[in-house]
């Protein structure tokens, strides 16, 4: 049975990122404990949880004498964040695939069709996001699918906080040819496509 402090740190830390995420948290910020507190309607037990949560997933920092403040962001990270995506991305969709059933295939494709119909950039990356971890779900390895959610909120975050152009509707072949190669078992082609497609992000 979950404990009710554990569901509120959970509420806090999921509202937390996403204000992260979107940038309405600019890097550096302090994440004060007594207003988080507050706006939640709670003590700082949860939100010092929810506040431990973020520096281990990269979106804070714990600083001395500065406290816990919204990460910084740099080319560097960036590299680095891609360079793991790939090599953790491709070894689950390789995992994934001998496990793949046609309920996973209309999963991916369902968020495919979304990602492509999307309005604006917000609803993209969020259908791109579900699109990317619903191709890797299947490889039913709980760590490293936890790594590679952290890695892709990481990148929405880089995404958000550096896309400058006006939005424009965008059929992405990639995620088309992706589930194509899936759906006659050729894993090897799946995997090369999407090993291709995150060094685009570069």
């Avoid at 404990?3 to 004060?32: F, H, M, N, Y």
């Avoid at 191709?135 to 400058?164: D, K, Y």
């Amino acid at each position: 049975m979950t404990a009710p402090s554990d569901t509120i740190a959970d509420r806090i830390a999921a509202a937390l990122t996403e204000q992260i995420v979107l940038g309405a948290l600019a890097p550096d910020e302090k994440l004060r404990q007594d207003h988080i507190a507050r706006d939640h309607g709670t003590s700082h037990v949860p939100v010092r949880e929810a506040l431990l949560r973020l520096v281990a997933r990269g979106l804070a920092t714990n600083m001395p004498r500065r406290g816990v403040r919204v990460a910084p962001m740099n080319r560097a990270d960036m590299r680095e964040i891609l360079d793991m995506r790939v090599a953790l991305e491709v070894m689950a969709l390789r995992r994934a695939a001998p496990n793949m059933t046609a309920a996973h295939l209309d999963m991916a494709d369902r968020a495919r069709l979304a990602c492509d119909a999307a309005a604006d950039r917000f609803e993209w990356e969020r259908q791109n996001r579900a699109f990317h971890f619903a191709l890797v779900v299947p490889c039913a390895m709980p760590r490293l699918l936890a790594e590679i959610e952290t890695l892709q909120l990481l990148s929405a975050r880089h995404f958000h906080a550096t896309w400058r152009a006006d939005w424009e509707s965008r059929t992405d072949l990639d995620h088309r040819n992706i589930l194509a190669a899936l759906a006659r078992k050729d894993s090897e082609a799946a995997a090369a496509i999407l090993a291709r497609h995150l060094e685009r992000l570069r």
